[in-house]
Protein backbone atom coordinates (compact mmCIF):
# COMPACT_ATOMS: atom_id res chain seq x y z
CA UNK A 1 0.00 0.00 0.00
CA UNK A 2 2.86 2.20 -0.08
CA UNK A 3 3.49 5.02 2.74
CA UNK A 4 0.30 6.62 2.74
CA UNK A 5 -1.38 5.39 5.68
CA UNK A 6 -0.54 7.61 8.38
CA UNK A 7 -0.90 10.91 9.71
CA UNK A 8 0.46 13.57 11.82
CA UNK A 9 3.98 14.13 13.18
CA UNK A 10 4.10 14.44 17.23
CA UNK A 11 0.92 12.26 17.36
CA UNK A 12 1.42 9.77 14.78
CA UNK A 13 -1.72 7.87 13.81
CA UNK A 14 -1.12 4.49 11.78
CA UNK A 15 -4.56 2.53 10.62
CA UNK A 16 -4.96 -0.88 9.06
CA UNK A 17 -7.48 -3.23 7.84
CA UNK A 18 -9.98 -3.83 5.31
CA UNK A 19 -13.74 -3.70 4.78
CA UNK A 20 -14.55 -7.60 5.19
CA UNK A 21 -10.83 -8.22 7.13
CA UNK A 22 -10.56 -9.85 10.16
CA UNK A 23 -10.22 -6.76 11.76
CA UNK A 24 -9.45 -2.57 11.97
CA UNK A 25 -7.39 -0.64 13.88
CA UNK A 26 -4.82 2.49 14.67
CA UNK A 27 -1.42 2.63 16.38
CA UNK A 28 -1.20 5.83 17.79
CA UNK A 29 2.90 6.73 18.38
CA UNK A 30 3.85 9.78 20.23
CA UNK A 31 1.16 9.68 23.47
CA UNK A 32 2.25 11.19 26.41
CA UNK A 33 2.79 9.37 29.49
CA UNK A 34 -0.12 9.63 31.82
CA UNK A 35 -3.20 10.22 29.94
CA UNK A 36 -6.00 8.59 31.45
CA UNK A 37 -7.75 5.96 28.86
CA UNK A 38 -9.46 3.29 28.95
CA UNK A 39 -11.46 0.80 26.24
CA UNK A 40 -14.89 2.63 27.21
CA UNK A 41 -13.69 5.87 26.15
CA UNK A 42 -12.74 4.75 22.67
CA UNK A 43 -16.40 2.60 23.16
CA UNK A 44 -18.04 5.81 23.80
CA UNK A 45 -16.97 7.67 20.66
CA UNK A 46 -17.17 4.90 18.25
CA UNK A 47 -20.72 4.74 18.86
CA UNK A 48 -21.46 7.93 17.02
CA UNK A 49 -19.94 6.17 14.00
CA UNK A 50 -21.62 3.14 14.08
CA UNK A 51 -23.32 1.45 11.73
CA UNK A 52 -26.82 -0.36 12.05
CA UNK A 53 -29.34 2.69 12.54
CA UNK A 54 -32.29 3.59 11.08
CA UNK A 55 -31.00 6.15 8.94
CA UNK A 56 -27.00 4.06 8.09
CA UNK A 57 -26.04 1.30 6.77
CA UNK A 58 -27.72 -1.92 7.98
CA UNK A 59 -24.41 -3.75 8.57
CA UNK A 60 -24.57 -5.17 12.61
CA UNK A 61 -20.63 -4.28 13.82
CA UNK A 62 -20.74 -3.61 17.63
CA UNK A 63 -17.37 -1.97 17.06
CA UNK A 64 -15.62 -3.19 20.66
CA UNK A 65 -12.23 -1.66 20.81
CA UNK A 66 -9.26 -3.49 22.50
CA UNK A 67 -6.22 -1.66 23.64
CA UNK A 68 -3.40 -4.51 22.95
CA UNK A 69 -0.43 -1.99 24.10
CA UNK A 70 0.53 1.66 25.51
CA UNK A 71 -1.87 1.62 28.33
CA UNK A 72 -1.55 0.28 32.42
CA UNK A 73 -3.24 0.76 35.29
CA UNK A 74 -5.78 3.23 33.27
CA UNK A 75 -2.50 5.32 31.94
CA UNK A 76 -0.88 5.87 28.56
CA UNK A 77 2.94 4.72 29.26
CA UNK A 78 4.48 6.61 26.44
CA UNK A 79 4.93 3.74 24.18
CA UNK A 80 2.94 3.16 20.75
CA UNK A 81 -1.00 2.99 21.84
CA UNK A 82 -2.58 -0.02 19.59
CA UNK A 83 -6.53 -0.30 19.16
CA UNK A 84 -7.88 -3.32 17.47
CA UNK A 85 -11.60 -3.43 16.75
CA UNK A 86 -12.95 -7.04 14.90
CA UNK A 87 -15.46 -6.95 12.09
CA UNK A 88 -18.11 -9.97 12.91
CA UNK A 89 -21.01 -9.23 9.95
CA UNK A 90 -18.96 -9.94 6.81
CA UNK A 91 -21.03 -10.25 3.95
CA UNK A 92 -18.75 -11.03 0.98
CA UNK A 93 -21.04 -12.75 -1.67
CA UNK A 94 -22.90 -9.31 -3.03
CA UNK A 95 -19.40 -7.89 -4.47
CA UNK A 96 -18.75 -11.34 -6.50
CA UNK A 97 -20.65 -9.46 -9.11
CA UNK A 98 -18.33 -6.34 -8.58
CA UNK A 99 -14.88 -8.00 -8.83
CA UNK A 100 -14.86 -7.52 -12.72
CA UNK A 101 -17.22 -4.39 -12.72
CA UNK A 102 -15.93 -1.58 -11.12
CA UNK A 103 -18.85 0.14 -9.31
CA UNK A 104 -18.96 3.97 -10.86
CA UNK A 105 -17.60 6.53 -7.91
CA UNK A 106 -15.88 4.14 -6.10
CA UNK A 107 -11.92 3.67 -5.74
CA UNK A 108 -12.41 -0.10 -7.24
CA UNK A 109 -11.15 1.80 -11.12
CA UNK A 110 -8.27 3.55 -9.10
CA UNK A 111 -7.15 0.43 -6.81
CA UNK A 112 -7.09 -1.88 -9.76
CA UNK A 113 -5.18 0.56 -12.29
CA UNK A 114 -2.69 1.20 -9.43
CA UNK A 115 -2.44 -2.26 -8.07
CA UNK A 116 -3.39 -5.24 -10.79
CA UNK A 117 -6.35 -6.47 -11.11
CA UNK A 118 -5.82 -9.78 -8.67
CA UNK A 119 -4.07 -7.97 -5.88
CA UNK A 120 -7.18 -5.91 -5.52
CA UNK A 121 -9.66 -7.49 -2.92
CA UNK A 122 -13.22 -6.14 -3.71
CA UNK A 123 -14.55 -7.20 -0.85
CA UNK A 124 -16.34 -4.10 0.42
CA UNK A 125 -14.15 -1.78 -1.03
CA UNK A 126 -11.48 -3.22 1.12
CA UNK A 127 -9.02 -0.67 2.10
CA UNK A 128 -11.20 2.23 -0.01
CA UNK A 129 -14.15 1.23 2.50
CA UNK A 130 -15.41 3.74 4.74
CA UNK A 131 -14.96 0.98 7.31
CA UNK A 132 -11.37 2.34 7.62
CA UNK A 133 -12.68 4.89 9.62
CA UNK A 134 -13.36 2.80 12.64
CA UNK A 135 -9.55 3.33 12.94
CA UNK A 136 -9.95 6.81 12.44
CA UNK A 137 -12.95 7.53 15.64
CA UNK A 138 -11.15 5.37 17.87
CA UNK A 139 -7.71 7.34 17.94
CA UNK A 140 -9.62 10.33 17.55
CA UNK A 141 -10.70 9.26 21.21
CA UNK A 142 -7.35 9.44 22.60
CA UNK A 143 -6.83 12.58 20.71
CA UNK A 144 -10.09 14.41 21.87
CA UNK A 145 -9.11 13.35 25.59
CA UNK A 146 -5.79 14.95 25.11
CA UNK A 147 -6.76 18.42 24.12
CA UNK A 148 -8.81 18.32 27.19
CA UNK A 149 -5.53 19.04 29.51
CA UNK A 150 -5.97 22.33 28.08
CA UNK A 151 -9.78 22.79 28.16
CA UNK A 152 -9.83 22.44 23.79
CA UNK A 153 -13.44 20.68 22.58
CA UNK A 154 -14.55 19.25 19.31
CA UNK A 155 -17.83 19.44 18.21
CA UNK A 156 -19.32 18.21 14.71
CA UNK A 157 -23.09 18.19 13.32
CA UNK A 158 -24.60 18.05 9.97
CA UNK A 159 -24.93 21.30 8.43
CA UNK A 160 -26.24 20.42 5.48
CA UNK A 161 -28.20 17.34 3.54
CA UNK A 162 -28.84 17.85 0.07
CA UNK A 163 -30.77 20.89 -0.57
CA UNK A 164 -31.14 21.26 3.12
CA UNK A 165 -29.29 23.67 5.12
CA UNK A 166 -29.11 23.45 8.95
CA UNK A 167 -29.50 27.24 11.28
CA UNK A 168 -26.23 28.35 13.00
CA UNK A 169 -26.20 26.09 15.73
CA UNK A 170 -25.15 27.30 19.76
CA UNK A 171 -22.17 25.44 20.33
CA UNK A 172 -23.96 23.44 22.95
CA UNK A 173 -26.59 22.17 20.21
CA UNK A 174 -23.69 21.46 18.12
CA UNK A 175 -21.94 19.61 20.98
CA UNK A 176 -25.13 17.39 21.57
CA UNK A 177 -25.84 17.09 17.41
CA UNK A 178 -24.22 13.50 18.17
CA UNK A 179 -27.01 12.00 19.90
CA UNK A 180 -29.37 13.16 16.60
CA UNK A 181 -29.47 10.11 14.74
CA UNK A 182 -28.47 12.41 11.85
CA UNK A 183 -26.29 14.05 13.82
CA UNK A 184 -28.48 17.51 13.56
CA UNK A 185 -28.49 20.23 15.84
CA UNK A 186 -32.08 20.74 16.71
CA UNK A 187 -35.71 18.70 16.09
CA UNK A 188 -36.95 20.38 13.18
CA UNK A 189 -33.90 19.94 11.26
CA UNK A 190 -33.99 16.16 11.84
CA UNK A 191 -37.02 15.32 10.34
CA UNK A 192 -36.21 17.49 7.27
CA UNK A 193 -33.37 15.75 7.19
CA UNK A 194 -35.04 12.33 7.90
CA UNK A 195 -37.57 13.27 4.75
CA UNK A 196 -34.90 13.08 2.33
CA UNK A 197 -33.29 9.85 3.81
CA UNK A 198 -36.78 8.13 3.49
CA UNK A 199 -37.50 9.78 -0.23
CA UNK A 200 -33.80 8.35 -1.05
CA UNK A 201 -34.32 5.34 0.14
CA UNK A 202 -37.46 4.40 -1.22
CA UNK A 203 -36.18 5.75 -4.55
CA UNK A 204 -32.76 3.71 -4.38
CA UNK A 205 -30.59 6.84 -4.33
CA UNK A 206 -28.76 8.96 -1.84
CA UNK A 207 -27.55 12.44 -0.78
CA UNK A 208 -24.71 14.24 -0.15
CA UNK A 209 -24.29 16.81 2.70
CA UNK A 210 -22.02 18.83 4.51
CA UNK A 211 -20.16 18.64 7.98
CA UNK A 212 -19.13 21.74 10.25
CA UNK A 213 -16.65 20.82 13.12
CA UNK A 214 -15.88 23.19 15.36
CA UNK A 215 -13.01 23.78 18.03
CA UNK A 216 -13.72 25.85 21.39
CA UNK A 217 -11.43 27.35 23.36
CA UNK A 218 -8.34 26.50 21.29
CA UNK A 219 -4.86 27.83 22.13
CA UNK A 220 -3.08 30.14 20.34
CA UNK A 221 -0.18 29.67 18.09
CA UNK A 222 -0.95 26.34 16.64
CA UNK A 223 0.19 26.07 12.86
CA UNK A 224 3.69 26.16 11.13
CA UNK A 225 4.52 28.25 8.22
CA UNK A 226 4.44 28.02 5.72
CA UNK A 227 3.40 24.24 4.39
CA UNK A 228 2.26 22.56 8.16
CA UNK A 229 -0.21 25.73 8.46
CA UNK A 230 -2.67 24.46 11.06
CA UNK A 231 -5.56 25.00 7.71
CA UNK A 232 -3.35 22.72 5.46
CA UNK A 233 -2.76 20.31 7.80
CA UNK A 234 -6.61 20.54 8.67
CA UNK A 235 -7.74 19.91 4.89
CA UNK A 236 -5.04 17.41 4.15
CA UNK A 237 -7.06 14.98 7.42
CA UNK A 238 -10.07 16.35 6.27
CA UNK A 239 -10.19 15.62 2.44
CA UNK A 240 -8.54 12.23 3.10
CA UNK A 241 -11.99 11.07 4.56
CA UNK A 242 -13.16 9.09 2.30
CA UNK A 243 -16.57 10.54 0.31
CA UNK A 244 -15.11 14.03 0.97
CA UNK A 245 -15.40 16.22 -2.00
CA UNK A 246 -14.58 19.89 -0.40
CA UNK A 247 -13.02 21.87 2.37
CA UNK A 248 -13.62 25.16 3.81
CA UNK A 249 -12.63 27.22 6.56
CA UNK A 250 -14.31 29.68 8.11
CA UNK A 251 -16.25 31.94 5.48
CA UNK A 252 -14.87 29.49 2.69
CA UNK A 253 -16.00 29.81 -0.55
CA UNK A 254 -18.34 32.67 0.14
CA UNK A 255 -15.21 34.88 0.91
CA UNK A 256 -14.46 34.92 -3.03
CA UNK A 257 -18.14 36.43 -3.48
CA UNK A 258 -18.11 39.04 -1.10
CA UNK A 259 -15.70 42.63 -1.17
CA UNK A 260 -12.36 43.21 1.47
CA UNK A 261 -14.12 45.12 3.26
CA UNK A 262 -17.08 42.87 3.86
CA UNK A 263 -15.18 40.02 4.84
CA UNK A 264 -12.22 41.40 6.92
CA UNK A 265 -11.82 40.35 10.93
CA UNK A 266 -11.78 43.77 12.86
CA UNK A 267 -9.23 42.98 15.96
CA UNK A 268 -10.89 43.67 18.93
CA UNK A 269 -10.00 43.24 22.85
CA UNK A 270 -12.03 40.09 24.35
CA UNK A 271 -11.32 38.58 27.86
CA UNK A 272 -7.54 41.10 28.10
CA UNK A 273 -6.71 39.40 24.64
CA UNK A 274 -6.74 40.63 21.26
CA UNK A 275 -9.19 38.62 19.08
CA UNK A 276 -11.57 38.64 16.11
CA UNK A 277 -14.59 40.58 15.70
CA UNK A 278 -16.56 38.27 13.31
CA UNK A 279 -14.09 35.29 13.19
CA UNK A 280 -14.69 35.30 9.43
CA UNK A 281 -11.44 33.54 8.80
CA UNK A 282 -12.31 30.42 11.18
CA UNK A 283 -10.12 30.94 13.85
CA UNK A 284 -6.54 31.40 12.10
CA UNK A 285 -4.33 33.90 10.46
CA UNK A 286 -2.35 32.64 7.97
CA UNK A 287 -2.90 29.16 8.86
CA UNK A 288 -1.71 29.55 12.55
CA UNK A 289 -4.38 29.77 15.90
CA UNK A 290 -5.82 32.67 16.98
CA UNK A 291 -7.43 31.38 20.06
CA UNK A 292 -10.90 31.97 18.65
CA UNK A 293 -13.21 28.46 17.59
CA UNK A 294 -11.55 26.88 15.02
CA UNK A 295 -14.14 26.60 11.98
CA UNK A 296 -13.85 24.26 9.42
CA UNK A 297 -16.86 22.13 6.77
CA UNK A 298 -16.13 19.02 4.33
CA UNK A 299 -18.15 17.94 1.77
CA UNK A 300 -19.62 14.41 1.13
CA UNK A 301 -19.98 12.98 -2.36
CA UNK A 302 -23.95 11.45 -1.97
CA UNK A 303 -23.31 7.49 -1.61
CA UNK A 304 -21.75 5.88 -5.00
CA UNK A 305 -23.86 2.55 -4.03
CA UNK A 306 -27.34 2.64 -5.35
CA UNK A 307 -29.91 0.32 -6.42
CA UNK A 308 -30.44 2.71 -9.43
CA UNK A 309 -28.37 0.86 -12.73
CA UNK A 310 -25.42 2.26 -13.71
CA UNK A 311 -23.33 1.98 -16.60
CA UNK A 312 -19.99 0.19 -16.08
CA UNK A 313 -17.23 -2.17 -18.10
CA UNK A 314 -16.69 -5.74 -17.79
CA UNK A 315 -12.80 -5.97 -16.80
CA UNK A 316 -12.54 -9.33 -18.46
CA UNK A 317 -13.86 -8.63 -22.27
CA UNK A 318 -14.04 -4.98 -21.93
CA UNK A 319 -17.45 -4.55 -23.11
CA UNK A 320 -20.20 -2.39 -21.39
CA UNK A 321 -22.00 -3.71 -18.30
CA UNK A 322 -24.95 -2.73 -16.32
CA UNK A 323 -24.69 -2.79 -12.33
CA UNK A 324 -27.17 -1.98 -9.46
CA UNK A 325 -25.66 -2.25 -6.21
CA UNK A 326 -27.19 -4.04 -3.50
CA UNK A 327 -26.59 -4.75 0.02
CA UNK A 328 -26.02 -2.80 2.81
CA UNK A 329 -25.25 0.90 2.17
CA UNK A 330 -25.70 4.10 3.95
CA UNK A 331 -27.79 6.29 2.12
CA UNK A 332 -25.80 9.68 2.72
CA UNK A 333 -22.29 8.93 3.96
CA UNK A 334 -22.26 12.44 5.44
CA UNK A 335 -24.31 11.55 8.40
CA UNK A 336 -21.75 8.72 9.63
CA UNK A 337 -19.33 11.09 8.12
CA UNK A 338 -19.60 13.77 10.92
CA UNK A 339 -18.03 11.83 13.51
CA UNK A 340 -15.03 10.64 11.32
CA UNK A 341 -14.89 14.72 10.81
CA UNK A 342 -14.48 15.52 14.41
CA UNK A 343 -11.96 12.68 14.69
CA UNK A 344 -10.01 14.15 12.24
CA UNK A 345 -10.03 17.52 13.19
CA UNK A 346 -9.56 16.51 16.95
CA UNK A 347 -6.08 14.60 15.78
CA UNK A 348 -4.86 17.83 13.82
CA UNK A 349 -5.80 19.92 16.58
CA UNK A 350 -3.83 17.14 19.28
CA UNK A 351 -0.66 16.82 17.12
CA UNK A 352 -0.27 20.69 16.90
CA UNK A 353 -0.51 20.62 20.48
CA UNK A 354 2.05 18.36 21.03
CA UNK A 355 4.48 20.27 18.73
CA UNK A 356 3.67 23.56 19.91
CA UNK A 357 4.38 22.91 23.57
CA UNK A 358 0.74 23.35 24.97
CA UNK A 359 0.69 19.67 25.85
CA UNK A 360 3.92 17.98 27.00
CA UNK A 361 4.64 15.74 24.69
CA UNK A 362 6.39 13.04 27.26
CA UNK A 363 4.83 13.19 30.40
CA UNK A 364 1.29 14.57 31.92
CA UNK A 365 1.43 15.84 35.37
CA UNK A 366 -1.06 14.53 37.97
CA UNK A 367 -3.12 17.39 37.69
CA UNK A 368 -3.60 17.99 33.90
CA UNK A 369 -4.72 14.29 34.22
CA UNK A 370 -7.21 15.01 36.62
CA UNK A 371 -8.28 18.01 35.00
CA UNK A 372 -8.63 15.48 31.69
CA UNK A 373 -10.80 13.13 33.72
CA UNK A 374 -13.22 16.23 35.02
CA UNK A 375 -13.56 17.26 31.44
CA UNK A 376 -14.10 14.10 30.00
CA UNK A 377 -17.06 13.07 32.75
CA UNK A 378 -18.53 17.15 31.72
CA UNK A 379 -18.54 16.29 28.20
CA UNK A 380 -19.97 13.07 28.61
CA UNK A 381 -22.86 13.85 30.36
CA UNK A 382 -23.13 17.30 28.98
CA UNK A 383 -25.59 16.07 26.93
CA UNK A 384 -27.84 13.77 29.35
CA UNK A 385 -30.49 16.32 30.45
Given at each position: MGGGNSIGKALRVTTFGESHGKAVGAVVDGVPAGLPLSEDDVRFELQFRRPGGRFVSSRREPDEPEILSGVFSGRTTGSPVAILVRNVDVQ??????????????????????????????????GRASARETVARVAAGAIAKKLMLARGTMVAGYLASLGPVDSRRPSWEEAACAKYSPLKAPDPATEARYAELIKEALQEGDSWGGVAEVIVMNPPPGLGEPVFDKLKADLAKALMSIPAAMGFEVGQGFAAARVRGSEHKDNIVMRGGRPGLET????????????????????????????????????????????????????????????????????????????????VSPVRLEPGEAGAIEEGWSRYRAMCSG
Amino acid sequence: MGGGNSIGKALRVTTFGESHGKAVGAVVDGVPAGLPLSEDDVRFELQFRRPGGRFVSSRREPDEPEILSGVFSGRTTGSPVAILVRNVDVQSAPYEEFRYKPRPGHADLSYVLKYGLDNWDYRGGGRASARETVARVAAGAIAKKLMLARGTMVAGYLASLGPVDSRRPSWEEAACAKYSPLKAPDPATEARYAELIKEALQEGDSWGGVAEVIVMNPPPGLGEPVFDKLKADLAKALMSIPAAMGFEVGQGFAAARVRGSEHKDNIVMRGGRPGLETNRAGGMLGGISVGEPIVVRVAFKPTSSIRKPSRTVDLRTGEPAEISVLGRHDPAVAVRGVAVAESMVALVVADHMLRSGAVSPVRLEPGEAGAIEEGWSRYRAMCSG
